[in-house]
């Protein structure tokens, strides 16, 4: 039963060391593809882990949903709270984005999964939605965010910490306008950042300026500002159009630099020939909006599991989630969906 429930953000906690900062992944992966084409040779770098058809489970959805997704390619993208780089075999998944790519006209959605939604993490198991990854490494992931959100993904892509601050600095840093206010945050952690990465860097103060791999990393963690994890979301947003704006208009020579250094950061069950699938209309790819799962949740106390984001209504989460990632307005959730729905109405008591 639900113990103490309360609509409040989550309290401060202790710092711990840097979170990958997930957005990140949908760039190293777009980098990835702009120049695999001319470098298959550089793939071997990458960690894979194999997912075969048998390995995923999709539920069992009404064709008119399964026919609005026909049209999109859909990913997980997971970035690790690990502190052993190029370790992907589990690992707490402390970002979660379900990435809608639009076949047609190349338009890339996001929507964040937060990590501490309340979900069936497997076998009528609820947790925490970044404890999957965790217990059964990115299969176990991907089951989770197909049964609970009748998706139909079969591939990820996962990063480490070093991926943030190389992605960043491949590019040459990123131009952003710092407000007084932000530069206190970012210098709070520019520290630890540096260290849980191996880099260097150097205190900002506030106005217009080229942020490095560290500053941008440690400018997109912000979120006691006005606006808490809204704003840092938004801030992230900016980030990564930054990055993806200038991975583009990079020469070819620098996208091999870039390739050089992020493969070695990268894990996914993507297969060659689905690369170059992708990568053919890698020039077409341009970022829509972005959002965070569940839309209307209340912080609980379940059990054991403290600080728990409960969807509220998780029905209609789901049904939001359908419109925003592939424009279904008619989206109807299958009988698992709203097996689950009811599931999690009697644990969290509303």
Do not use: C
């Amino acid at each position: 039963m639900n113990n103490n429930k309360k609509k409040k953000k989550m309290p401060k906690r202790k710092r711990q060391a840097v979170k990958v900062i997930g957005l990140f992944v949908l760039i190293i992966l777009i980098l990835v593809l702009s120049v695999v084409a001319f470098a298959m040779s550089k793939l071997t770098k990458l960690d894979r882990i194999s997912i075969g058809k048998r390995d995923v489970e999709i539920n069992d959805m009404p064709e008119e949903t399964k026919k609005s997704m026909k049209g999109y390619t859909t990913l997980a993208l997971f970035g690790l709270d690990n502190r052993s780089n190029g370790s992907f075999q589990s690992g707490n998944s402390d970002t979660i984005i379900v990435a809608s790519i639009n076949n047609d006209t190349g338009e890339i959605r996001m929507a964040s999964v937060y990590r501490d939604t309340f979900l069936d993490i497997g076998e009528g198991s609820f947790n925490k939605a970044n404890a999957a990854y965790n217990q059964g490494g990115p299969k176990k992931a991907i089951n989770m965010l197909n049964r609970n959100l009748d998706l139909n993904i079969t591939d990820y892509v996962s990063v480490d910490f070093n991926a943030v601050v190389k992605a960043v600095d491949a590019v040459g840093g990123i131009e952003m306008e710092v407000t007084g206010e932000e530069a206190k945050y970012i210098n709070g952690y520019i520290e630890e950042v540096a260290e849980v990465t191996g880099t260097n860097s150097n205190y900002v103060s506030a106005g217009n300026q080229t942020l490095d791999g560290v500053q941008a990393t440690a400018y997109a963690r912000i979120r006691y500002t006005s606006g808490a994890d809204f704003k840092r979301t938004e801030r992230q947003r900016t980030v990564i159009t930054k990055v993806f704006e200038k991975a583009k208009q990079a020469d070819l020579l620098t996208l091999n630099s870039i390739l050089d250094t992020l493969l070695p950061e990268i894990s996914t069950s993507l297969s060659v020939t689905e690369m170059l699938g992708l990568a053919k209309d890698v020039g077409k790819y341009n970022m829509g909006e972005n959002t965070g799962f569940p839309f209307e949740r209340q912080t609980a106390h379940i059990g054991s599991i403290t600080y728990a984001e409960v969807a509220v209504d998780f029905e209609a989460n789901v049904t939001q989630l359908h419109n925003f990632l592939y424009g279904n307005e008619g989206y109807t959730p299958s009988g698992t969906v709203k097996e689950l729905s009811e599931a999690m109405r009697n644990q969290a008591g509303f």
